[in-house]
Nanobody, 121 residues
Framework: QVQLVESGGGLVQPGGSLRISCAAS????????IGWFRQAPGKEREAISC???????WYEDSVKGRFTSSRDNAKNTATLQMNDLKLEDTAVYYC???????????????WGKGTLVTVSV
């Protein structure tokens, strides 16, 4: 059964760090591009990072320099390291995958159910 499961969300203060993970099962993550998306309350879902299957990473401007996307092929997992978190980073974070060397804005194959990140004083 194909599945993506995010974990690691929670409550953090502004300026803090959080690492969220995405565990894949039922397929080999190595062959897929990994997208990270988020949806803040009352807003549409937005893409914040895309890690290509052959390398190369794109970040949305608001997270560039603060967030880092990586993968561990041996563990079949992906990770989003988030540093210097801001109030406006509060959102449900989703990982998603797309097969092959494709961009993350052309439709994703699999989606996780999301994990909530709350940045609050």
């Amino acid at each position: 059964q194909v599945q993506l499961v995010e974990s690691g969300g929670g409550l953090v203060q502004p300026g803090g760090s959080l690492r969220i993970s995405c565990a894949a099962s039922g397929f080999t993550l190595e062959n897929y591009g990994i997208g990270w998306f988020r949806q803040a309350p009352g807003k549409e879902r937005e893409a914040i990072s895309c890690l290509g299957s052959t390398g190369g990473t794109w970040y949305e401007d608001s997270v560039k320099g603060r967030f880092t996307s990586s993968r561990d092929n041996a563990k079949n997992t992906a990770t989003l390291q988030m540093n210097d978190l801001k109030l406006e980073d509060t959102a449900v974070y989703y990982c998603a995958t797309v097969y092959g060397p494709k961009r993350c804005d052309g439709g994703m194959d699999y989606w996780g159910k999301g994990t909530l990140v709350t940045v609050s004083v």
